[in-house]
């Protein structure tokens, strides 16, 4: 272990543990006023008008008509509005706001407001949508031939649902607009995208446009596009208010009902295998985008290209679409799109296994890519691939073959046993050229005339440990103690924009950033002086160009690999079923702090588990989220995973800093495929969707013992 991977105490572990930590609803309120949304309870319909009840002195609305500029929120396509004007689509869509100095009377105010609409038919269902947001395809060699020369073609579909990002601290901010600024502040992934967003809807120039970032309680992506929807919606209520600050700040329920989940999917994947070996893929992708947008481009981009999974197929065809239902929004989830594809891959390798009698970890071991290999769009593994020895420091730590080997056998009794495995890889970085083209970061390094040192930069920690990574490796090149540097929470009027927090990308870009900035410092010192370096972003020069048009290139620079083991059990008389232990080698490079990195890979694995086995949510006939609450939405706990077991290999990527890669999003995407191959092993049933419940097992256990006594009968 190389020395900057000593641990230490999180920059931020002081305030949150004393309590003197401030989020943005611990802020006074006095003089503050308040404001609560009212919402869509119509899937689809026209806005006929409003009706506001009596508004007591110092009380008000706002709704499209107040909206300075464009009412659009300025994410990627900058469909959804900051406020419905003619039409609503989806139930919860924001109509108007009611604004005051009693929080209690606010709500009153809002619950009472009377909106008139005429309902229209909604969409709910994603393969009778008719609306497509965005179709990619993209592929290689010859399919078809491949098809016809196959001895034998598996085709099969698999289904996920909604994710939660349950995040600890809801969605919140504060506005407040002075002479002729706007300035929000509060929980948030990524200021800039917040500050672009605000210019739009607000029409300000960039200069008349400050966004703070307070300490967040969790994010999980769900604070990457979300907090410009409602800082715009906030900052319109904020220019009416007359100079007096306006604060939203979500309940539980509102905000688990009407923000951002994972995309449900459909992935529908035909496949050629001759001789043993898989020889072609055809693989359909479908995401359930909501009624806008958002970020689903991006999303979809990335769960495409990971399609393929990490195995070698020279025969490809892909197609994802991302198509609109009137439910509510989708967004960015931890693992952005591959987790559910990386599931369908993962569970479409077993069963082929399985159908030819090879053990499912042998036939994808034979299938793994390589360094040298062509990815799905053409681009290469530049690095090294070291999945096969982090198999073996799986197999080591969970006693793998062993136990599947005898759960293979005839098992009775009310429990029985399985044992899974998954293998996957998250590219590391944004996706494409948007680092080079898009972000374009920029960091800073002050030198204040003490020696003490300022990081200046857009990156934001929400529990993730980026403020103390990022300043050990500026100590670490400035020879510096660790408190002599600083990193405060973002500020778009002190800080260069380097890009958003989210695709795994803050460590190893902007942190390579960070390194060479502190390198040029160390050359410039002049003691008892104010200096300022900067550095920008350089794409690699082995980089092979990625065009989105055609999907050819390197996808990302490099990649973070995974392998996972996961031992379950069920219930045969009661369908529940419980991870006994999970064990997995994650390959992030080298650590920047160990403990903050197995933090998150445990933390990772555990909400990929999750989401597999009991993170049930789902929308109603009238397209209405049904689990609003920590009581019928749950999420597991440390007594969901008595064994829990993580490695950290090392495969340093020589452009990161110290050999860092990402690491935030890697241990969640495969995590579900590996349980469901432990879950199919002890039910002896396929799987093809998830969340796979008590009630999805009990039917499972039935159905194979409807047949095993009509097999009987027959025979």
Known sequence: MREISQSVVKKDHGPKVDGSALYVGDYPTQGMLFGKLVRSPHARAQVLGYTLPNLPEGYFAVSAKDVPGVNQVHIVKDDSPVFADTTVE????????????????????????????APMTPELDILKADTVFFDYRFGSGEVEQAFEQADRVYEEAFETGYQEQAYLETQGLIAEFVDGKITVRGSMQCPYYIHG?????????????????????G??????????????????????????????????????????????????????????????MDIDVLFNAGAFTTLSAVVLQRGIIAAPGAYRVENL???????????VPTG?????????????????????????????????????????????????????????????????????????????????????????????????????????????ATVRLHKEPNGRVEILASQTDMGQGIKTTLCK??????????????????DTDRVPDSGPTVASRSLMTVGELLRRAAITLRGQW??????????????????????????????????AWAVCAVEAQVDTLTGVNEVLGAWASFDVGTPMDHNIVVGQMEGGLLQGLGYASMEQMAADNRGR?????????????????????????????????????????????????????????????????????AEDALDALSARQKEAQAHDERN
């Open 90 to 117: 989806y139930i919860g869509d924001p109509v108007l706001m009611v604004v005051g100095p009693e929080e209690r009377e606010v709500n009153r105010l809002a619950a009472e407001t009377v909106v008139e609409y």
């Open 197 to 217: 967003a605000l210019a739009k809807a607000l029409n300000l120039p960039p200069d008349r446009v400050r966004v703070v970032q307070d300490v967040t309680g």
């Open 219 to 280: 994010g999980f992506g769900g604070k990457e596009d979300y907090p410009s929807i409602l800082a715009c919606q906030v900052a319109v209520a904020a220019v009416k208010a007359g100079g007096k600050p306006v604060r939203v700040v979500y309940g539980r329920r509102e905000d688990m009902e009407f923000t951002s989940k994972r995309h449900p999917s459909l992935c529908t994947y035909k496949v050629a295998v001759k001789d043993g070996r898989v020889t072609a």
């Open 317 to 327: 065809r892909v197609r994802g679409r991302a198509v609109k239902t009137n439910t």
């Open 332 to 440: 960015a989830f931890r693992g952005f799109g591959a987790p559910q594809t990386f599931f369908a891959v993962e569970m479409m390798m077993d069963h082929i296994a399985r159908d030819r009698g090879e053990d499912p970890l042998a036939f994808k071991m034979r299938h793994l890519v390589r360094q040298g290999d062509a990815t799905s769009t053409q681009g290469r593994y530049h690095f090294p691939v070291p999945l096969p020895e982090m198999v073996a420091e799986v197999e080591a730590m969970s006693g793998y073959s062993a136990k599947h080997n005898a759960y293979e056998q005839p098992q009775t009794g009310r429990f029985r046993k399985g044992m899974g495995v998954s293998l996957w890889f998250h590219g590391a970085g944004f996706t494409g050229s948007g680092e080079r083209d898009l972000i374009k």
């Open 473 to 490: 490796i500026v100590a670490n090149e400035l020879n510096l103690p660790l408190d002599q540097v600083a990193y405060e929470n973002p």
């Open 526 to 559: 002049l003691p008892g002086v104010d200096q300022v370096v900067e550095e920008h972003f350089k794409e690699p020069d082995f980089v092979i160009p990625f065009y989105l048009e055609t999907f050819q290139g390197d996808a990302y620079p490099t990649y």
């Open 625 to 693: 989220i049904r689990n609003n609450s920590f009581t019928d939405y749950i999420i597991p706990t440390s007594m969901d995973v008595p064994v829990m077991q993580v490695n950290l290999h090392v495969q340093e990527y020589p452009l990161g800093p110290y050999g860092a890669k990402g690491a935030g999003e890697l241990p969640l995407v495969g995590a579900a495929s590996a349980y469901m191959a432990a879950m199919e092993q002890a039910i002896g049933e396929n799987i093809r969707h998830i969340p796979f419940t």
